[in-house]
């Protein structure tokens, strides 16, 4: 039997894997270790499958941190799952009939309303009641294409689940008024009177079906929308070099990148503004993409 990784040890592997910066290490060490070693007290705690929310603009790192707790959480005996909200989007076929049927915009993925809702609701329960002998589908997206993977490219988790990590941009979001003055070209150009941020807003609604879930929500709390919109652009360049010769539709250029931005700014500054006050762990980023702060709820009982 070979000896267990260290914390360490499984951070240094992440970032070959993961191709990070050799930096990473000190931040995962001051900031990640002692979010695992919550997650576990709160696992602990409770006694069941605890579900974690994981809160962040594009760019802020959610994916990483997600892929690292998993590790790290593994090596203690705690069977960690993983789920991005993405992986959850509607299928381009879908959008594209929203979009002709309630509103144009809602081709573009992203926001409340654009989710298959109902798969990640039985996604949940289904990895809450699993057993030693359940197999569970696990959906993916495929965001160089635009469109989720064929079923037999899904992953497939066997067993019972002591973590459930959920991550994703408006991850725990609370209902809110979308309405008001448009704040971006997008929205005067092609929302003036309101119709998509209305569809979005009552959708909003529902997702707390699926976030009231959460026992904890950590946030990762980005400096502003410019340094959103930075990152987001670093992203998009590491997506076209792992598809580099392939026939990419959702790979999007610079000016489109900026548009794409758009369809999520009002609700990820009310976010920014909001979550903070109720997110169990949140983590300060400054425009290096640097943590510069965590701030810690104290445990409920």
Not at 40 to 69: D, M
Not at 83 to 108: F, G, K, N
Not at 118 to 123: H, K, Q, V
Not at 156 to 174: F, N, S, T, Y
Request: with cysteine.
């Amino acid at each position: 039997m070979s000896k267990p990784q260290t914390p360490q040890q499984i951070i240094r592997q992440l970032i070959v894997d993961e191709h990070l910066p050799a930096d990473f290490a000190s931040l995962a060490s001051h900031y990640y270790l002692p979010l695992a070693d919550y997650i576990t007290l709160c696992h602990q705690h409770r006694q069941q499958t605890l579900v974690v929310g994981i809160n962040g603009a594009q760019g802020t790192g959610k994916s990483t941190l997600s892929e690292l707790l998993k590790r790290l959480l593994r090596a203690r005996n705690l069977e960690c799952v993983v789920l991005s909200i993405d992986d959850i989007y509607l299928t381009r076929a879908q959008r594209s009939e929203l979009a002709r049927d309630v509103h144009p915009l809602l081709q573009t993925r992203g926001v409340p309303g654009t989710h298959d809702l109902a798969m990640g609701l039985s996604l949940l329960a289904d990895l809450k009641a699993a057993t030693s002998d359940t197999l569970v589908d696990i959906p993916r997206f495929d965001k160089s294409r635009d469109d989720r993977r064929p079923v037999q490219d899904w992953n497939v988790h066997h067993g019972p689940v002591d973590v459930i990590v959920i991550e994703g941009w408006c991850v725990g979001a609370l209902p809110a008024s979308l309405a008001g003055e448009p704040i971006n070209r997008l929205e005067q150009e092609q929302d003036a009177d309101g119709r998509w941020r209305a569809f979005i807003e009552q959708h909003l609604l529902d997702y707390q079906r699926l976030f009231s879930q959460f026992d904890l929500l950590v946030m990762l709390k980005a400096p502003s929308m410019e340094s959103i919109t930075e990152w987001r652009s670093l992203q998009e360049k590491k997506l076209q070099a792992r598809t580099a010769g392939e026939v990419a539709a959702g790979i999007m250029n610079d000016a489109e990148l900026r548009w794409f931005i758009m369809h999520y700014e009002r609700l990820t500054r009310l976010m920014l503004e909001t979550l903070p006050e109720r997110a169990n762990v949140v983590f300060d980023l400054d425009p290096d993409h640097r943590i510069v702060n965590a701030h810690y709820r104290q445990l409920a009982d």
